[in-house]
């Protein structure tokens, strides 16, 4: 059994024997008693140790007892401490009075009786025993009111977790089935009765028009969990962000028209060179866009706005270190997680920072402006705007859908490349404007356009039917693919451009015609029963001969995530095309390929000349 603690007991008096004979008598106690000689060594004591009860001489040298006696009342911590006055002087009243004056509990004249004095001091001993036992329990009552707390909190937090997830979950569900109504819907239509040539066309653009509003929807959830687990990497370059800008307004001209809004433009050419990712920015300014279309009724207008501002004295400082205070919050969230299992939403946000620091070249930025007269935002919900699935009406009767992840995305981007992007809304009916800062580049002559930021050896709309549909004659096409729906579309879409296709169903089956014939290009899913798609592209590229060109390759799956085209770039294929895909995307980047692949075989074939030439 453990045993308590000993108790300290202060017994101050500057004759040594008098010492001697209170530690004689108090021995029996079993407790911890300190002598000090002095009043001075007595206040010495105290600044180390706490005290059950002080046994004070009166009559001392330098600092008598009622001297110390005062000092020691005057200590926070010891104003409370019990003191017992022992004094051989005669037993007057006013020393007594003075004594007691003090905060004495007892004054005693030497002899002392030794029972009386253990007596007296044992029951100080047991108050002070009795008083860390209230002290405990009271610690323990907060730790437990403390954890109670937190047992609450996270509860709450759980439901309200669950709740949000609950909403979302009803949301996707909305948006998943919206369309596919539609898709469906039309379809059936379509199969049940015969259309005129309009009506045709109608169906086929709303099928259309759904099925990638269903593809955006899993991209946003997807970009969504990227960024969220900091796996969003950026290839930071100069861009022409006018050029960029221009591009997307031809693309969202349609749906302006549709609804007859206005569009007005100032464009500063001084603005014009962004560091920024390409497809990043785009995507940036193609969701702030959308936005505004979605949310400006009829005839309304938007307004698009490109300058270029400058920081205020000190402003690139202050946003480095909040930025360094992020990381370093974000760092603390991980070590916290490790142990914990689990992020805190500051910490998971704060993970959305970089790794390395993008630090703005120079005090100015690009300013890019979109402002609509659209039905603007309730001020209560502005500081919110930003947040993941949160829309200013939820509720089941909003006339909007979405899954409000687009505006999250793009605060994450922004923040991912050292920018900022702020919501501004006088309130309902009164139109938004959202505005993003971005870094400027160092070096506008190198800028990006969009026309150049993804080279096409083919340039094709899906207008350009007269040439889709030559552009693979005497193309062969191996498709392999082991989804029936999938495998058929590839196999009718490439045979309208002209091209003869082979289509298996398994990586064995395509082994088995390869020993038999060797195709111009080979498309292949990835994710396949036995063996993948991975494992295919390897397994033709060891079999192929030193010197034989290799056959293009295509990996056409539904793995969209940046390591998944990584990973097939390394495994052998030439390029990576998420689905779903396009007819016209497909077509054209089996014939850029085709082009490409003719250019290098030009090439071999020149070197072969010449050094059949050297070795005559």
Same mark, same amino acid.
């Given at each position: 059994m453990k045993s308590e603690p000993k108790i300290n007991v202060l017994l101050v008096d500057d004759y040594p024997e008098d010492l001697v004979a209170l530690e004689a008598t108090l021995n029996s106690l079993g407790q911890n008693l300190v002598k000090a000689y002095s009043g001075k060594q007595a206040l010495k004591c105290l600044l180390e140790q706490d005290f059950a009860v002080i046994l004070l001489d009166v009559q001392m040298p330098e600092m008598d007892g009622f001297e110390t006696a005062s000092l020691i009342r005057q200590r926070e911590r010891s104003r409370h401490t019990p003191i017992i006055f022992l004094t051989a002087i005669s037993d007057s009243d006013d020393l007594k009075s003075k004594g007691y004056a003090l905060g004495a509990v007892d004054y005693l004249l030497k002899p002392i009786d030794p029972i009386i004095l253990t007596s007296k001091v044992a029951v100080f001993v047991e108050l002070f025993k009795k008083n860390l036992e209230v002290q405990r329990q009271a610690a323990q009552l907060v730790a437990k009111n403390l954890e109670i707390f937190q047992a609450q909190a996270a509860r709450q937090q759980a439901e309200a977790a669950n709740l949000m997830k609950d909403e979302f979950l009803a949301v996707v569900s909305h948006e998943l089935r919206s369309p596919l109504n539609?898709?469906?819907? %039309?379809?059936?239509?379509?199969?049940?009765?015969? #259309?005129?040539?309009?009506?045709?066309?109608?169906?086929?653009?709303?099928?259309?028009?759904?099925?990638?509003?269903?593809?955006?929807?899993?991209?946003?959830?997807?970009?969504?969990?990227?960024?969220?687990?900091?796996?969003?990497?950026?290839?930071?370059?100069?861009?022409? @962000?006018?050029?960029?800008?221009?591009?997307?307004?031809?693309?969202?001209?349609?749906?302006?028209?549709?609804?007859?809004?206005?569009?007005?433009?100032?464009?500063?050419? @001084?603005?014009?060179?962004?560091?920024?990712?390409?497809?990043?920015?785009?995507?940036?300014? %193609?969701?702030?866009?959308?936005?505004?279309?979605?949310?400006?009724?009829?005839?309304?207008?938007?307004?698009?706005?490109?300058?270029?501002?400058?920081?205020?004295?000190?402003?690139?400082?202050?946003?480095?270190?909040?930025?360094?205070?992020?990381?370093?919050?974000?760092?603390?969230?991980?070590?916290?997680?490790?142990?914990?299992?689990?992020?805190? @939403?500051?910490?998971?946000?704060?993970?959305?920072?970089?790794?390395?620091? #993008?630090?703005?070249?120079?005090?100015?930025?690009?300013?890019?402006?979109?402002?609509?007269?659209?039905?603007?935002?309730?001020?209560? #919900?502005?500081?919110?705007?930003?947040?993941?699935?949160?829309?200013?009406?939820?509720?089941?009767?909003?006339?909007?859908?979405?899954?409000?992840?687009?505006?999250?995305?793009?605060?994450?981007?922004?923040?991912?490349?050292?920018?900022?992007?702020?919501?501004?809304?006088?309130?309902?009916?009164?139109?938004?404007?959202?505005?993003?800062?971005?870094?400027?580049?160092?070096?506008?002559?190198?800028?990006?356009?969009?026309?150049? @930021?993804?080279?096409?050896?083919?340039?094709?709309?899906?207008?350009?039917?007269?040439?889709?549909?030559?552009?693979?004659?005497?193309?062969?096409?191996?498709?392999?693919?082991?989804?029936?729906?999938?495998?058929? #579309?590839?196999?009718?879409?490439?045979?309208?451009?002209?091209?003869?296709?082979?289509?298996?169903s398994s990586a064995a089956d395509a082994v088995a015609y390869l020993k038999r014939d060797r195709p111009d290009v080979i498309i292949s899913d990835i994710a396949m029963p036995e063996t993948d798609g991975y494992q295919l592209i390897q397994r033709i590229r060891a079999t192929e001969q030193q010197g034989d060109r290799q056959i293009p390759a295509i990996a056409l799956t539904a793995h969209a995530k940046p390591e998944d085209r990584s990973r097939s770039l390394a495994a052998g294929f030439q390029q990576h095309i998420t689905k779903p895909v396009e007819s016209t995307a497909l077509i054209t980047a089996i014939a850029e390929l085709i082009k490409h692949q003719s250019v290098v075989s030009s090439q071999w074939a020149t070197i072969d000349r010449s050094q059949m030439t050297n070795d005559k």
């Open positions: 539609s898709i469906l819907g %039309w379809a059936q239509l379509m199969q049940m009765r015969k #259309f005129d040539e309009a009506k045709l066309c109608q169906a086929l653009k709303i099928i259309e028009r759904n099925a990638k509003s269903q593809a955006q929807l899993i991209d946003d959830i997807l970009d969504m969990s990227r960024l969220m687990r900091g796996k969003v990497q950026l290839s930071i370059q100069p861009v022409n @962000a006018i050029a960029t800008i221009e591009l997307l307004l031809e693309s969202i001209r349609p749906q302006l028209e549709e609804k007859s809004l206005q569009l007005r433009t100032h464009l500063d050419p @001084a603005a014009q060179t962004i560091a920024a990712d390409p497809a990043r920015l785009r995507q940036i300014i %193609w969701n702030l866009l959308s936005n505004a279309v979605k949310f400006t009724p009829e005839k309304g207008q938007i307004e698009i706005r490109l300058i270029q501002g400058s920081r205020e004295q000190g402003a690139e400082e202050r946003e480095l270190r909040e930025l360094r205070e992020l990381r370093e919050r974000r760092e603390l969230g991980e070590t916290r997680s490790r142990g914990e299992g689990r992020l805190g @939403a500051e910490e998971q946000r704060t993970n959305l920072i970089p790794n390395s620091e #993008f630090r703005i070249p120079n005090s100015n930025y690009a300013q890019i402006q979109i402002i609509d007269t659209g039905i603007g935002i309730r001020p209560e #919900f502005l500081p919110q705007i930003f947040d993941r699935f949160r829309q200013a009406d939820s509720s089941i009767t909003r006339a909007f859908g979405g899954l409000g992840l687009g505006l999250a995305i793009v605060r994450q981007l922004v923040i991912l490349h050292g920018g900022t992007i702020e919501a501004h809304s006088e309130g309902e009916g009164k139109g938004t404007t959202f505005t993003v800062r971005l870094p400027l580049a160092n070096s506008p002559s190198t800028a990006t356009s969009p026309a150049t @930021a993804t080279p096409n050896l083919i340039n094709l709309t899906a207008n350009d039917a007269s040439k889709l549909n030559s552009l693979l004659d005497g193309v062969n096409v191996l498709v392999v693919e082991d989804n029936n729906d999938s495998r058929d #579309f590839i196999k009718f879409a490439l045979e309208q451009a002209g091209a003869t296709v082979t289509t298996v």
